[in-house]
Each structure stands twice: as C-alpha cells, then as structure tokens.
C-alpha cells in the first residue's frame, strides 16, 4: 500500500503533498429541457404562513398550488415535480418548473430567489504531500488523531468494503447524541456496510433523474461507482491499515490525515461525474442535518456566479452558521489569474502544490549479463519494485512518433523510445496514445529537456521513464551499435525526495476570485502532496506494462487537483479534535497564519506555471499548510456569521440577494463594510486610475485574539510589497491572558505596478514563540472582474476560454 512509503516520508519532510484528480467530462454544456428546468427556489423561512406545521409542508404547498393551473405533463403534478425540501444549510425547495411557473412564484410571500439548476464538476487531482506527522509529537497526538470528529464528503459516494473504512481502532468513544446520519440501503449497498469508521452513507440523485428522465440509474445506493470518492475520503481520514501492502509495495500503514474521524458520505453523482446543484445542496443540506463536523467539497461549478447564486456559497453559509468546517478546492482551471472557484469568504479555498516526492527509474541499457552497461536515471510515475527485465529496446521512426494509438496497437513486444517532441502539449498526447493503445508494449521512455520540470501529475502512464535529452543520446548510440539492443526498467519502491517542494501546481485555480474581490484567494496550497489513497477495486487505471492494474488491490494514485482539498479537510478534522471551541474562523486561520511562503529549500514557494519564478499569493494563498504549527498559532482572527453578512452588505447586492445567503433576519447592515478580518489583505487598483499614475490608500482593521495559552507581547515586521508602504499601527500588541483581544490598523498606500506586488505583515511573539503572518497582495483590478461585476446584478457569468485541463493533458 502506497501510504506506507509514504509514511516513512513524513518522517524526512515538512510537508505532505497531494495530487488532484481533474474530470473533465463537464465540459460538456448543461442539457436542458425545452420548457421545464430545475429550479432552485430559495425562500425566506420567516415568511412560513402558521397553518403550516413543517418547512416541506410549506414547499409542497407552493408546488401544488402554482401547478394546479397546468396543463397534463409529466411535470405538472406535485409527484414529478417536487425534488428536495432544504431547510438545514439552505432554506428552499428544488422542484422542475416552467418559466412562467418561476413567475407565479416571485409574488408568493418568502420569495427571495430561483436560479436554474447547473451541473457542477468534481475538481479531483492526486498529488502526493509530505507533512510532518509523527504519531509520538505534534498535531497527531494532541488531537487525537481526530477522534470524535465528524468529516462529511459530498462525492461520488464510498466503497465501504476498502480497508480505510475498516472499523478497527474506532470503538473507543461513543457517536455523539447529535448525530443523525443513516447508512441508506440501495443498490448493493445495504445498512450493515456501515460502521463505527463509517458512520453515515446517503445518496441523492433526484436531480439528476430530473434532468435526465429517460437515464437508467445502475448504481443507485451510496456506493462509488467513480474512485473520486473513495479517494478523497480515505485521504482526509482513512483508518490505519496496518500491515498493508500495494502489489508486493512496502509494507506499512496505511492512513488518511486524521485517520480517527469518523467519516460520513453524500453521494451526489449519480453517473460517473455528473453532479447537479440541487443534488449538491440535498446532500449539504442532509450533512448539516445530521450533525457533521467538517464538510470536504471536492467541486465546483464551470461558471463564475455572484455569492447569491452560487449553491455552494449558499449552503456553506448555513452549515458555518452552524458550526460546520468548510473546506474546498480552488479549482482546476490554472494558470490564468481569475480562474478560482469556490472563493467564498466563509469557507476554506485550497490551491494544489506539487510534491518533492517522485517516483524514478533506472533505465538500464544492455543485458543484464554483459559486462558494460549503462544506466540512467529518469523520472517515473510507477510506485512499485517491479523490474522489467532484459526487454527488446525498441526505436522505429514511424512508431516511435508515438502519436498514433491505432499504429501503437499493433508494435512488437517490447520497451518502445518515444522520441523527443521539444514540446510539452505533444509530450503529453504521446503519453496519452500509448496509454490509449491496445499495445503489447511493456513500457515506454519519453523524452523532455528537463524531467525535474515536468508536471508529475501529467505523467498518466507508469510503466514509462521520462528522461533528458541529453540521455537519450546514450539511448540512441547504443541502440545503433547494437543488433539486438535490449533494456531493463527499475522501477523504485522509495522517492528520491531529491525535488524542491512544493511547488504551486500549474493547473491549479489562481485568485483573485472573481466573486468576492475584497477577500484574498485562495486560502492555502494545499496540504501538501503524496496522495495514493483507497479506490474502486477492480477499475483499471492503466494499461501499459504487466501488472499494471494499480487499482486491483483498492488503492490507486491520481493526478489532477482536488485531493488538496480533503487533506486540508483532514487537517480541520484535527484542529477541531485539539480545539473544539474554536470557530470556523478560527481553524481557518491558525491555517493560514502558521503556513509556510517557503518549500523545502528555504527559497519561496515556485510556480510551475510561471517558469518556476516565485509564486504569488494568488496561486498558493497564505502558503503551503504546515500542520504542527496550525495546532498552535497563537494568535487567530476570527469571525462570525454577522461579519460575513456586513461584508455581502457592502457588495452592492439587493436584500433578496443577501437574504437568499443569510435566510434570516437576525442579521444587519449596520456596519457594511468590504473589511473582514481575514488573515490576509488585498488591495485593489482601477486599471484607468493607475495608469494616471495615481498613488492610492487603503486601510485595513483588523482584531486578533490570543490563542496562545496566556500573557504575551507581539512585535509586528512588516515586508511591504514593491512600490507601497506599510504601515501598520500600533506596532506591538500586548496581551495579559488567553482570549484577550486586540485590534490593530493598516494603512497600505500604493501606486501601480503594472503587475501583481505582494509582502506581508507578520506578528512575532517577543520570545520567538510565535509567528503570525498575513499576505499583502496589491493588484489591477482584472477587466473581467469589472464585467462580472457589472453583470452580478441579475445574470449569470461565464469565464470564457477555460480549457479543460483534463482533456488537454490527456488525464484519465
Ligand atoms: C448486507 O450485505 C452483506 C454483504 O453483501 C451481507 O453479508 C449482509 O447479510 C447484508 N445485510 C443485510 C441486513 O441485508
Ligand atoms: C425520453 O423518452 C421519451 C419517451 O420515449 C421521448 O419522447 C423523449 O424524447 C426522450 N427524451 C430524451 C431527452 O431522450
Ligand atoms: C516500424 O513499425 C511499423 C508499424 O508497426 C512497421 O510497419 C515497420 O515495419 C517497422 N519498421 C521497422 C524497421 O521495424
Ligand atoms: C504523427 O506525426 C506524423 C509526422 O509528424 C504525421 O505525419 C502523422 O499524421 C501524425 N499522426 C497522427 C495520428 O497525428
Ligand atoms: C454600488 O452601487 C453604487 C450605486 O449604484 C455605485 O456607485 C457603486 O460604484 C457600486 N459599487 C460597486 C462595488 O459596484
């Protein structure tokens, strides 16, 4: 089992990386239906007229009545119509409407809003992270391992049978009397497969179905018919499996970041990877309801929508409201800036970094008997001690194009040179057709400049070594001077750890995030990397080489980006087992204060995007988690529900629109205000005011409180981003006992840079006890944020040219 390398791993390194799983199926347009859709219909639960007793009562109510009008059509009755009732995260109903239908409904009392449902796409990717986790000190222990901790996914469901779900170890404490999750039985999948690990497993596809009358649904039950799910879980919080080994892999233990959480599936795809909002929200609205701690989102949707329109915004609300940890993925859609997803102030945004860790191989020319032999050393995908053994070399100029599935289906037997393509898009289809070739193939060498810049997440196909250019001369000359030359392949079992890290990864989703300009995203890169996690069984990940079913034994190593955002989940999951009485706030920002700007050199944190030039606020957040810091930041800034709402008030949005979020009146506007004590600062210029040459002036207010366990004294430094000065006062904070709060000032004056500018400000303990750090960013204002500004008031925005990196890069 591969989390066992991997645990040795955290021993040596600070940081655990992750690999996100892109899915690009969602490109595809949203299927509509001529005149009934979907409509998520958001009410204001105040209104609820008294004869009726229930919310559901209410919303049936609203359907029956509005129907009563209509012709005979498969929609027009109560049965066909009505989806779900939401009344926990969100307050509303989902329900297949006509236009005019939605019309009726905006003159009923309680209408605040109704948006068309949409399909949301997961936001995968598998990047292995090395975080320093040792059972004996740290975050670990004093959390206990995230035990009593409730961590709900909405996924792709769960395979209950994989040994992460296993319930051993998990007995010791009782479920809390909140809880109320069920284990629901459906299609191969009955009540019993849950446990005292897996504590919870439900399953929502009335929207889909909605959306797509006339599909058969075969896997109809919680159960993971995709992999995503099974992954992302056992990431956050797997259980040990001891002794565990990946196809004769180091043995060892396997775990997720907290592995005694107890874990708790929404299943919100029905088919492969299509996911609908109103499944989604039925599935936030059901983890709010029974109880869970911590909610792990690994999706988003294809289009940029105002906080008001946006489903996940809407439901995160209320499950912070009550109590629930947020956490989500930045997104796929990397590297222009302006491309993040899931940018909502109340919840934590998490980009993907790359890991040190890399598998490689020795690639050796000549048999294994003769006496001169040469060996090089490339970079591989392939976890496993698996030898390929004096194997014919081959290099024929049409095949070794490596462009053509069709031509590779039908090569000999053998190691095949794929020749060096000077570019990386043509690398990676040369990855892709061999992965796609029906090929006697054992396994292929590729060629690139400079392996240790190649994107590892891209490398899809394991039974391949990646090697320079410079290598493969020796390749060439011994292929030419040999009649029958032949090779060996040895595939590693340990990582060289030789690579900086982390490294921002180039697909990840950059800020600043389109829908909420004044908040600084994404929060953090992701928990670092290292992700081979539980699986489908019996799904083959791959093709090329012997034994290469790297999923037959229920675990399986991804790429793509959205397993950052379980283990960031996992790290919540820990932080509140340690802390209990912290706030989402606060968990959010003992994050973000105690992560690291720099990787495992010393040097800032690089962005692969950005030829591996220092990496901006905008790709990696605060920086890269570091998990025993965020247990003890000393100092949090936190938040609560009434600060969000005073910043929505200062968006320029209508009462509905805020209301639609907050569903309540118990908030006010009395101090809107664009300022949220965040634990990062951003400030904005006009492109036209800048270019005038205009120095600008933005203040700041912020209030900490001592989490550090008693007395203490904080001295700031600030590092000024180019071209601004900082000041900050006053200039130390002094504090006589734990939960003592202050408050201190920014003023940030600046003038245009023509590109992004950042620094930060940081607190230190006057003992060295603590440092708290916040980024500054300064920034253009981006001309399709002032569009999407424009249009927020009513119409939904769509990026445009966002590529699906899925299919670009031939990731399966
Ligand atoms: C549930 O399924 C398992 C495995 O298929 C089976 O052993 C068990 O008897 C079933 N339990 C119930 C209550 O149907
Ligand atoms: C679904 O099936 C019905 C009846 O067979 C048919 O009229 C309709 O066109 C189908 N819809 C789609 C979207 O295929
Ligand atoms: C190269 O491969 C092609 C396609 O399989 C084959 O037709 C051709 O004979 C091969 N050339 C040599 C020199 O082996
Ligand atoms: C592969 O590349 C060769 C030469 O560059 C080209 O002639 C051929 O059409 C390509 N094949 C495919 C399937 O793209
Ligand atoms: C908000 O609306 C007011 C009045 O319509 C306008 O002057 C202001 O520029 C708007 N602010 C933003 C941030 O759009």
């Not at 939960?739 to 004056?749: A, G, L, P, Q």
């Amino acid at each position: 089992m591969q989390f066992t390398s991997f645990l040795s791993m955290i021993h040596l390194h600070t940081f655990l990386l992750l690999l996100l799983i892109f899915t690009f199926h969602t490109c595809s347009s949203t299927p509509t239906a001529e005149s009934y859709a979907t409509y998520i219909v958001h009410l204001n639960p105040s209104s609820r007229p008294t004869p009726f007793t229930t919310n559901e009562k209410w919303h049936s109510s609203i359907i029956t009545s509005i129907k009563s009008s209509a012709t005979t059509h498969h929609f027009s009755s109560l049965e066909n119509s009505f989806l779900y009732s939401y009344e926990n995260a969100l307050h509303g109903f989902s329900a297949v409407l006509t236009e005019q239908e939605v019309g009726t409904l905006q003159n009923l009392p309680g209408f605040l809003s109704a948006n068309k449902d949409k399909q949301q796409r997961l936001l995968t990717t598998y990047t292995p992270e090395f975080m320093s986790l040792n059972p004996t000190t740290g975050i670990w222990p004093a959390s206990g391992f995230g035990e009593g901790v409730i961590v709900g996914f909405i996924d792709t469901g769960i395979w209950p049978e994989s040994p992460s779900f296993d319930e051993r170890g998990m007995t010791t404490i009782k479920l809390p009397a909140k809880w109320k999750g069920v284990c629901q039985a459906g299609k191969d999948f009955n009540s019993s497969l849950c446990n005292s690990k897996l504590i919870g497993a439900r399953y929502f596809d009335k929207g889909y179905r909605a959306s797509n009358p006339n599909a058969t649904l075969t896997k109809n039950s919680p159960r993971d018919a995709d992999g995503h799910g099974t992954h992302t879980s056992s990431t956050a919080a797997g259980n040990y499996v001891e002794g565990a080994s990946f196809l004769g892999y180091a043995k060892g233990v396997a775990r997720g970041m907290a592995p005694r959480a107890w874990v708790a599936m929404y299943k919100v795809s029905s088919v492969g990877k299509k996911m609908y909002d109103s499944d989604v929200l039925a599935g936030m609205d059901q983890a709010v309801a029974d109880g869970v701690d911590i909610l792990s989102l690994s999706l988003g949707s294809d289009d940029v929508t105002p906080l008001y329109e946006n489903p996940i915004a809407i439901a995160s609300f209320g499950a912070m409201e009550k109590g629930v940890f947020i956490s989500s993925a930045a997104g796929n859609n990397g590297p222009p800036e302006g491309t993040l997803r899931n940018g909502v102030p109340w919840v934590l945004t998490v980009g993907a970094g790359t890991f040190d860790r890399t598998f490689v191989a020795s690639l050796t020319l000549g048999s294994d008997k003769a006496r001169k032999q040469h060996t090089i050393v490339g970079k591989s995908m392939y976890p496993l001690g698996l030898w390929i053994k004096d194997e014919t070399l081959i290099y024929n100029k049409t095949l070794s194009k490596c462009n053509d599935s069709e031509l590779l289906s039908k090569a000999p037997r053998g190691i095949l040179v794929c020749q060096d393509t000077g570019s990386l898009s043509s690398l990676y289809d040369q990855m892709y057709q061999i992965l796609r070739a029906a090929t006697n193939l054992v396994a292929a060498i590729f060629v690139c400049k400079d392996p240790s810049r190649f994107d590892f997440d891209w490398m899809n196909n394991p039974a391949a070594v990646l090697i320079s250019t410079k290598d493969l001369e020796a390749v060439m000359d011994y292929i030419k001077s040999s009649d029958k030359p032949i090779a060996s392949i040895k595939f590693q079992q340990t990582a060289t750890g030789k690579e900086t890290a982390p490294v921002v990864a180039e697909y990840t989703s950059r800020g600043p995030c389109p829908n909420c300009l004044g908040v600084l995203k994404p929060d953090v890169l992701a928990p670092g990397s290292s992700v081979l996690a539980s699986w489908i069984p019996n799904e083959v990940a791959t093709r090329l080489g012997p034994n290469m079913f790297l999923t037959s034994e229920g675990f399986n190593l991804q790429s793509g980006t959205s397993v950052a955002c379980p283990h960031a989940a996992g790290v919540a999951a820990l932080l509140k087992a340690a802390h209990p009485e912290w706030s989402h706030a606060a968990i959010k920002s003992a994050m973000m204060t105690t992560a690291t700007e720099l990787d495992n050199s010393g040097m800032p944190i690089k962005d692969a995007a950005r030829g591996f030039t220092a990496a901006s606020p905008f790709a990696m957040g605060a920086g890269h988690i570091v998990l025993n810091k965020a247990l003890d930041p000393g100092l949090v800034y936190d938040a609560a529900a009434q600060d969000y709402v005073s910043l929505l008030c200062s968006m320029n949005f209508t009462k509905n629109q805020i209301l639609t979020v907050t569903r309540s009146n118990v908030y006010n506007c009395e101090n809107a205000s664009p300022d949220l004590n965040y634990p990062s600062f951003l400030a904005f210029y006009d492109k036209n005011v800048a270019s005038n040459g205009v120095v600008m002036t933005k203040r700041f207010r912020r209030v900490v409180t001592n989490v550090g366990g008693g007395a203490a004294t904080y001295k700031v430094k600030v590092d000024p981003p180019i071209g601004s000065t900082v000041s900050v006062w006053p200039q130390s904070l002094v504090f006589m006992k734990e939960h003592e709060r202050h408050h201190y000032s920014v003023e940030i004056t600046y003038a245009s840079q023509g590109a992004v500018s950042y620094g930060s400000i940081t607190w230190f303990e006057e003992n060295g006890n603590y440092a708290v750090r916040s980024p500054i960013v300064i920034s253009v204002e981006r001309s399709e944020m002032s569009k999407l500004k424009e249009l927020s008031k009513n119409n939904r925005i769509y990026v445009v040219s966002l590529e699906c990196p899925g299919l670009i890069h031939g990731r399966v």
